[in-house]
């Protein structure tokens, strides 16, 4: 695919024409997909490999394993500040089954969802085929990319059913503080709409900042649909294990939908998912330490090469600013990838107005994060010294 081509393409499209592009290039290194590169732990397998020795795998209820819907709710209340009983939990196929679902059996057709800008652009395609509208709140660099309440309140109106919250962000890894959770949570009160709030990456908040729940707020317990999962926390994408946890008539509307289509869970994934949810969280522990120290070393090597950012409170991604090298952020990804072998998403990925920025993950070991920034810097410098030239 030409530079041309891609410039047509935004969002979901244009993430995954690159990753095809990546292919292409012999030993790139990608630092473009969200996924985490760790190993699941070993005693989530072990229960995997214990739940496949069992000669019965009885089709479970739709709504999810029922020892596994238990462990979730139990969790609620440390993980989300949500104290729920199993029957306010939905088992998922990951996180993009739950936030599916949740806007399916939340939004008629014309109604108004506001979404931060940017995001994580899957969502637009649920909303989109529920037949809602987005409405994008800007967040800003000056700001950390953080949630203001300020930025949504102008923007509600009568149709607006419901807020789209992530926390940490992907792709900029803001986060909403309590202090403007509670604000917004007089919001929603106020004009009756529901928080959508997404921490599948709550467990990476980086000090001192902390993770904050909207639901754990007063009065937020009816006006609060959490979505989350094991993909992030537990390095299980490829388990395909997410959850809802909502009140339980949405709940019951979501099952009905996830019955006429996927149905339950696999057996095997659930069974893996029951024992990362039934353990404590030391393997998360490990995987934060780790994280930490890419952060460092993708942070100093951005900042060393040129590239603006601010620093992430949470999440795996760096919301670099393009703008020093004279070049949009499509085209810059696009030259690291030929010229330096190395893949990252170009801000539109993530909504249209970010054409000055890049995505850029940790997701890699830190030897290879190493040889991604060495890569990089001659190439950034380069164009960068041009750009100066000729200013
Ligand atoms: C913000 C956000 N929500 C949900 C998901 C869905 O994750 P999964 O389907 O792997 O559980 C992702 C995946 O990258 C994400 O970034």
Redesign the pocket.
Known sequence: MTLDELRGLDGAKLRYALMDLAKEVPDAIALG???PDLDTPAHVVEAAKRALAEPLQPLQPVAGMPALREAIARRARGDHGVSVGPEQVLV????????FLVMSALLDPGDEILVPDP??T??DQAIEHAGGVSVTVPTQPEEAFDLKAAAIEPLITPKTKALLL?TP??PTGGIITRGEAEKIAALAQKHGFVVIS?E??GKFVWPPFEHVSIGALPGMREHTIT?S????AWA??GW???YVIAPKDAIDGMAAIKAATTGPVANVSQAAALAAAEADDACIDAFREIYAERRAILGDGLRAMGLDYTDPRGGFFFWADSSSTGLRALELSYLLLKEASVLVFPGTGFGARWSDYLRITTLQPTEVLREAVERMTPVVRRYADEAKARS
């Open positions: 997909r969200g996924d998922t196929t990951g996180g993009q089954e739950g936030l995001r994580y899957s969502y992530v962000s992907n997404d599948i990456y979505l999962g094991f993909s992030k299980m994408t395909r294990v997410g």
